[in-house]
């Protein structure tokens, strides 16, 4: 869980302020698959995942889009 906090961290201001209400309201609620796939959306470069939080672009991966979603849920 540490690693997943540190990797939520990310170098572009704009995502980390998406991220930090999702970390501290929904991150300790997740199941164990939507942990991973949390931990998996993680992986993707800043500009591709800013891009996928604001709806500029769809996530390829299909399996990433309901944490994606969730993400987005708490911003509005």
């Known amino acids: 869980m540490k690693r997943i906090l540190w990797r939520s961290r990310r170098g572009l201001l704009e ?4 991220l930090e209400r999702f970390v501290a309201e929904a991150l300790p609620g997740l199941g164990a698959a ?6 998996r959306l993680l992986l993707l470069p800043d500009q591709d995942f800013l ?4 709806g500029k672009s769809l996530c390829p991966d299909e399996s990433l889009r ?3 979603a969730r993400i987005q849920a708490l911003q509005q």
């Open 66 to 68: 309901a944490i994606i």
């Open 15 to 18: 995502l980390d302020l998406q």
């Open 34 to 39: 939507e942990l991973e796939d949390y931990r």
């Open 51 to 54: 891009e996928y939080l604001n």
